[in-house]
């Protein structure tokens, strides 16, 4: 198959199946005579578990980790399920963060809607921003 075909079958760019197969993703083989890049069935499994891994998360670099185990006989699993499990640890951590952020913009807003508006007097510049942290609980 040409990057074209391989692109209306799975969906994905011409752009990233290039990228891919350019980064060592996807491996192709070259036709002899014109060396235009032929692309299987393998490499459509390949780009549709890339597609997967992304979903989930990974790197293009954990990613082709996981194809060198693979490739190797190992098994990625406890790799996999290690990445993921720091992942899920990190994204709370971030979830914990912009639930504060939210509930402190929101706060805000709550306290801006009662305050009016007040022109800059050369020592402000908008005091609903520099009057926030005398209100903020």
Same mark, same amino acid.
């Given at each position: 198959?040409?990057?074209?075909?391989?692109?209306?079958?799975?969906?994905?760019?011409?752009?990233?199946?290039?990228?891919? #197969? %350019?980064?060592?993703?996807? #491996?192709?083989? $070259?036709?002899? +005579?014109?060396?235009?890049? &032929?692309? #299987?069935?393998?490499?459509?499994? @390949?780009?549709?578990?890339? %597609?997967?891994?992304?979903?989930?998360?990974? *790197?293009?670099? !954990?990613?082709? *980790?996981?194809?060198?185990?693979? $490739?190797? +006989?190992? *098994?990625?699993?406890?790799?996999?399920?290690?990445?993921?499990? &720091? $992942?899920?640890? !990190?994204?709370?951590?971030? =979830?914990? +963060?912009?639930?504060?952020?939210?509930?402190?913009?929101?706060?805000? =807003? $709550? &306290?801006?809607?009662?305050?009016?508006?007040?022109?800059?007097? +050369?020592? #402000?510049?908008? @005091? =609903?921003? !520099? *009057?926030?942290? &005398?209100?903020?609980?």
């Amino acid at each position: 198959m040409k990057v074209s075909q391989v692109a209306v079958k799975t969906g994905v760019s011409p752009y990233a199946i290039r990228y891919y #197969t %350019r980064i060592g993703l996807l #491996t192709p083989a $070259r036709q002899s +005579g014109n060396g235009c890049r &032929r692309f #299987t069935d393998a490499d459509v499994k @390949h780009l549709s578990f890339i %597609r997967k891994a992304q979903k989930l998360g990974f *790197t293009l670099k !954990e990613i082709r *980790t996981i194809f060198e185990k693979s $490739r190797a +006989g190992q *098994t990625p699993c406890p790799l996999v399920r290690e990445i993921v499990q &720091r $992942r899920v640890v !990190e994204n709370l951590k971030q =979830l914990e +963060g912009v639930v504060a952020l939210q509930r402190n913009m929101e706060r805000a =807003l $709550r &306290r801006w809607k009662k305050m009016p508006d007040h022109a800059p007097d +050369g020592d #402000t510049i908008c @005091h =609903l921003i !520099e *009057t926030h942290d &005398r209100h903020a609980a």
